[in-house]
């Protein structure tokens, strides 16, 4: 079966988006987040850091194409696990420290 010329362009994309997607399934099964909602956020994020961040790395090391889906799964790890740690910084952030006190008169 013959693809047409766009979806066999897609190929390398898909594969990268999916390695990187099943890199950061591999990470929520080893440190889970606390609900749904932080999973879905996670995963997105998984995904864009690798698929964007694959490109970079790939061209900065030198690496020939073969290793592209091991590159867009390894950098989406570091970016899920840089995520998770924003995630938890914005959860102990206390915000009514930071709001203005109210006047007493």
């Not at 929520?28 to 698929?51: E, H, I």
């Not at 970079?56 to 020939?64: A, D, I, R």
């Not at 910084?89 to 109210?102: I, V």
Request: hydrophobic share 50%.
């Amino acid at each position: 079966m013959d693809f047409p010329e766009i979806m066999v362009g897609m190929v390398p994309h898909a594969k990268v988006a999916a390695a990187a997607f099943f890199g950061g399934v591999v990470r929520m099964f080893l440190r889970p987040a606390k609900n749904l909602m932080q999973t879905a956020l996670l995963l997105v994020s998984c995904v864009t850091c690798g698929y964007f961040g694959q490109p970079v790395t790939s061209y900065l090391l030198g690496l020939p194409e073969r290793f592209d889906g091991a590159i867009g799964a390894l950098i989406g790890l570091i970016g899920v696990s840089l995520a998770q740690g924003a995630l938890k910084a914005a959860d102990r952030f206390d915000f009514h420290a930071w709001l203005p006190k109210g006047k007493s008169e």
